[in-house]
């Protein structure tokens, strides 16, 4: 079902996450004010939502990336 997650270069998701998750990096990075929008409350208008899914899935797809190795079965 996640072979396609497993398929995905580690370093891929994390160049992904850092440049598209965390762009425009000045004043702020954008996924971090989504989310402070968020958590106020805030976050009402379609665009600010698509912007959030935008920079947010790359972090979502690197956490899972992470938890799928950390939860693999040790080879020997």
């Given at each position: 079902m996640f072979a396609w997650l497993d398929r995905l270069p580690f370093g891929l998701?994390?160049?992904i996450?850092?440049?598209l998750g965390l762009a425009p990096f000045v004043p702020e990075p954008?996924?971090?004010e989504k989310l402070k929008m968020l958590?106020?409350?805030?976050?009402v208008r379609p665009i600010d939502i698509f912007d959030?899914?935008?920079?947010?899935?790359?972090?979502?797809?690197l956490l899972a990336?992470?938890?799928r190795l950390a939860l693999a079965p040790?080879?020997?």
């Open positions: 998701l994390l160049i996450a850092l440049t954008h996924v971090w958590a106020a409350g805030e976050l959030l899914l935008l920079h947010g899935v790359p972090w979502l797809l990336k992470l938890a040790r080879r020997r």
